[in-house]
């Protein structure tokens, strides 16, 4: 039966997941997802002097890790889009739309010029984006854009933020681009879907401050237990 447990961030990481996976029946059948990368190196040197010598231990990874493994596994695809993509993309979405609001010829309005206000947008979008924001969650913050955006001739020229929002992303699923935040919140989506049959136990160790991505994988994948909640270790 698979279980659940979740490491909280003042507890000692390493060695709190290492005594859940030794007191499982087989390490390799287990899955530990760490905020960042580097604390797997410690969890296999404190496995590995446990257990003495080599041994075939679990899948370690970060959550950018396991949200990129459970992409995959939901056939999830897209490439990867850079800042500067993504500030091409929205240039080119705005760019007749601009024109047209100031009547100016759309050569007078350059990339370059452009670009810091893109790579801000871009940015914003993207913090939205992984916390599950939609158009209606944003209806409200038309009216509230950040000084350094509402400072921008051409930004004042926006009719609305929330519905350039939803038309960049369906511009970048057009364009087969994939950011990091759409992907967090594609899996949050499907998550429930994920084949998690090949392991006996995952462990979620040393997360706070969760997005609203995150929050949503822990609970549809605590959503599937049997019969109680993922077993939380606080």
Request: charged share 30%.
């Amino acid at each position: 039966v698979l279980k659940i447990s979740v490491i909280g961030p003042k507890e000692n990481l390493v060695e709190k997941a290492g005594e859940l996976l030794l007191s499982a029946g087989s390490l390799a059948d287990n899955l530990v997802i760490f905020p960042g990368k580097r604390p797997a190196h410690f969890l296999r040197k404190y496995l590995a002097e446990k257990r003495g010598g080599a041994l075939r231990g679990p899948v370690i990874t970060s959550m950018d890790g396991f949200i990129d493994l459970a992409a995959v596994e939901l056939g999830i695809k897209g490439a990867g889009a850079s800042a500067l993509d993504l500030a091409e993309v929205l240039y080119g979405r705005l760019k007749k739309e601009l024109c047209h609001m100031i009547a100016r010829d759309p050569k007078e309005l350059t990339l370059d010029s452009f670009l810091p206000w893109a790579l801000k947008l871009t940015g914003d979008f993207e913090e939205l984006k992984i916390e599950l924001k939609t158009r209606k969650d944003l209806a409200g913050y038309d009216a509230i854009l950040p000084e350094d955006l509402r400072s921008a001739s051409f930004i004042k020229k926006l009719e609305s933020f929330s519905r350039l929002y939803v038309d960049f992303y369906e511009e970048l699923e057009k364009e087969k681009l994939l950011t990091r935040s759409m992907k967090y919140a594609l899996v949050a989506g499907r998550i429930g879907a994920l084949d998690l049959s090949r392991y006996e136990h995952i462990i979620f160790a040393g997360f706070f401050a969760l997005t609203n991505s995150e929050k949503t994988v822990l609970k549809r994948l605590s959503a599937r237990l049997p019969s109680m909640p993922a077993r939380m270790t606080a």
